[in-house]
């Protein structure tokens, strides 16, 4: 009996870590495609320029967006975005993560920037992880160092849309 009761406990702590870290509701994990904000493997060549959906957590502080966007960051600004009509926020693959171990993701100024930025913040004031969920395109390049040549990589939304703050199977 003690020996069925191990196995029974083995197989949902088993099942607990694969929904904490794995699929959900048709998003991967950034985990399986980053570490560290570099490309996990040079498999990730092979997605290039096709659309994911992938799930992780916003890195508060890599949050860049225009002056309007200062105004709702507040201390949490971290410089202007990559142009007039794109913000941009770093996404890292795990709840452990370091601030600037994370990749950037590039979304159009539209009707929703304002009410995902307040969220950010708020969570960031409280010191809460923000997670999400994204569905856009992965893009790679060459990012040599001084002792290693490592892949980076970056996403790109079509619309702040294309953010979900909460599981989809939830919604």
């Excluded at 799930?55 to 202007?80: M, P, Q, R, T």
């Excluded at 994370?102 to 997670?131: I, M, Q």
């Excluded at 999400?132 to 849309?161: C, K, W």
């Amino acid at each position: 009996m003690n020996k069925r009761l191990g196995v029974v406990i083995i197989l949902v702590v088993a099942t607990f870590l694969a929904g904490c870290n794995g699929q959900i509701g048709g998003y991967e994990p950034a985990s399986s495609i980053s570490v560290n904000g570099f490309a996990r493997d040079e498999k990730i060549r092979d997605i290039e320029g096709q659309e994911v959906r992938i799930w992780g957590f916003v890195d508060h502080a890599n949050l860049y967006g225009d002056e309007s966007a200062k105004e709702i960051l507040e201390d949490w600004w971290s410089g202007d975005g990559p142009d007039a009509t794109t913000w941009r926020f770093n996404l890292k693959a795990r709840e452990d993560d370091e601030a600037g171990q994370s990749f950037p993701v590039y979304v159009p100024n539209d009707e929703g920037r304002d009410d995902l930025l307040k969220a950010f913040v708020a969570d960031a004031r409280a010191g809460k992880l923000t997670r999400v969920f994204l569905m856009g395109t992965i893009f790679t390049f060459d990012a040599p160092t001084n002792t290693v040549r490592l892949t980076g990589l970056y996403m790109e939304l079509q619309s702040s849309h294309d953010i979900l703050l909460e599981p989809p199977e939830e919604r």
